[in-house]
Every structure is written in C-alpha cells, then in structure tokens.
C-alpha cells in the first residue's frame, strides 16, 4: 500500500513564503508528481507537476513565484511558494502516478492572511 504523507502548510502573511513537502512510502516507481490545490467553494486545479525526467509546468497563476522538485531516491516531491498571496489559501495535495495508478495525500492547509 503506498501512503503519500504532506507536510509544510500553515499561516503566512502575504508576501511570505512556505514549503511543502510529500514523500510517499513503499519502493515504487513513481513517473509523475503533482500538487493540487483546493480553495473553498472552488474545484480542485493543478499547479504544478514534475515527471521523473524532471520535466515540469505550472498554472499560470503561480510562474514565478512556485518552484516544484523532486528527489526520485527519497520519491519525495516539494513545493517551494514564495510571494504568496490571499489568493493562494487552499488545502494543498499531492499526487502521485505510478503505472497507471493514482495515489493522493490527505492534504496541508496553507492560509495567506495578515
């Protein structure tokens, strides 16, 4: 069974700057990584993806200010934000596909507010 535990999330002010992080257990292979984000009221929507290559695109909303990275030994994928803003706030997870499956963590709150 493989389990993706997040971790990172939290209060920030506006401009601030977090990092989250998701490593997934077991000994697979794991082609691509994702971050998705949901705010209240709204659909969940992609923000950025890395495949094992290291391959990578993000939403339009977060160029510049997100970096997505991946460490394929640890099969650990981070989210770097920075600039963050009101906009931002949303229960972030990641997923993670793997031969043709897919594997979702429980999600980390992250809140931009003064």
């Known amino acids: 069974q493989v389990q993706l535990v997040e971790s990172g999330g939290g209060l920030v002010q506006p401009g601030g700057s977090l990092r989250l992080s998701c490593a997934a257990s077991?000994?697979?292979?794991?082609?691509?990584m994702m971050w998705y984000r949901q705010a209240p009221g709204k659909q969940r929507e992609l923000v950025a993806d890395?495949?094992?290559?290291?391959?990578?695109d993000y939403v339009d909303s977060v160029k510049g200010r997100f970096t997505i990275s991946r460490d394929n030994a640890k099969n650990t994928v981070y989210l770097q934000m920075n600039s963050l803003k009101p906009e931002d706030t949303a229960v972030y997870y990641c997923n993670a596909l793997s031969l043709g499956r897919s594997y979702w963590g429980q999600g980390t709150q992250v809140t931009v507010s003064s």
């Open positions: 890395i495949s094992r290559g290291g391959n990578i």
């Open positions: 077991g000994s697979i292979v794991i082609n691509y």
